[in-house]
C-alpha cells in the first residue's frame, strides 16, 4: 500500500508524493537497486523473475528491450549493479557464466536491445559485487569490498594494469567522481579523496 492506496512492488510518486496512478506497474515480484532513468525516460530496474528489466517512462515493459538471463554454473546468479553509457550501451556487475546463452564472466556490456555486447572483453572482476562507475573516457570502475579489490577497465573491456588502488583492506562502502577526475571513495572509516595519478595510474591520497 501507499498512502492507503492498494500497490506493489515499483510505484512512482508524484511531486507531492502522492501515488501517480497513470503509472503502469507491471512488476510481480520484488526488485533490486539501482534503479536507472535513462535520458529517454526509459527505466531500468532490477527484477527478481526476469533478471534486469527496462519499463517505458509510462511503466509498461519495453518491448524493444530482451531481459538478460543469467546462469551461473555453480551457484546463484543475478547483477548487482548496472549503469548506461552515453551512447545506451548498459555495464553490468553481477555473477554469471553465461547471458542469454552467451558465455561470459565478469563486468559485462549489453546493447541497447539488451543483449550481449562482444566488442566487450569478458572476463575482468569475476568477483566484483559493487559499481560499476563510469569515467568520462569510457572507462569503468568496480570493486568487491575492499579499497584493494578496486579496478579499472578501458572502454572495451580491458583491465587497466595501471591502475594501481591503495593496498589498504579498508571496506569501501560507495565511489564517485569528481568534475576532474578524481576518484572520491565511501570508506568504513570515513570518505577519502584519491588522486589517480597521470603517469603511473597509482591512486594516492592528496
Do not use: M
Not at 558465455?103 to 541497447?112: D, E, F, N
Request: net charge neutral; charged share 10%; aromatic share 8%.
Amino acid at each position: 500500500r501507499v498512502n492507503s492506496a492498494v500497490t506493489s512492488f515499483f510505484v512512482r510518486l508524484n511531486a507531492d508524493g502522492t501515488l501517480d496512478t497513470g503509472f503502469t506497474n507491471v512488476l510481480t515480484s520484488g526488485g533490486n537497486v539501482p534503479i536507472w532513468i535513462q535520458p529517454d525516460g526509459k527505466i531500468l530496474v532490477g527484477y527478481t523473475a526476469a533478471g534486469l528489466v527496462r519499463l517505458l517512462s509510462t511503466g509498461a515493459l519495453d518491448p524493444t528491450w530482451t531481459p538478460p538471463a543469467f546462469i551461473h554454473s555453480s551457484g546463484l546468479p543475478g547483477a548487482y549493479g548496472w549503469a548506461v553509457q552515453p551512447d545506451g550501451k548498459v555495464i553490468i556487475v553481477g555473477r554469471w557464466t553465461s547471458i542469454n546463452g552467451t558465455a561470459r564472466t565478469g563486468v559485462t556490456r549489453l546493447t541497447t536491445a539488451g543483449v550481449v555486447d562482444t566488442t566487450f572483453a569478458s572476463g575482468w572482476k569475476a568477483d566484483a559485487q559493487y559499481g560499476p562507475v563510469l569515467q568520462a573516457n569510457g572507462a569503468v570502475l568496480v570493486w568487491s569490498g575492499a579499497v584493494s579489490t578496486l579496478g579499472r577497465a578501458s572502454a572495451l573491456g580491458a583491465s587497466d594494469a595501471s591502475f594501481v588502488p591503495p593496498s589498504t583492506v579498508t571496506l569501501l562502502n560507495a565511489v564517485a567522481l569528481t568534475a576532474n577526475g578524481e576518484v572520491l571513495c565511501g570508506l568504513s572509516a570515513g570518505a577519502q579523496r584519491l588522486v589517480n595519478d597521470d603517469v603511473t595510474g597509482a591512486l594516492t591520497v592528496p
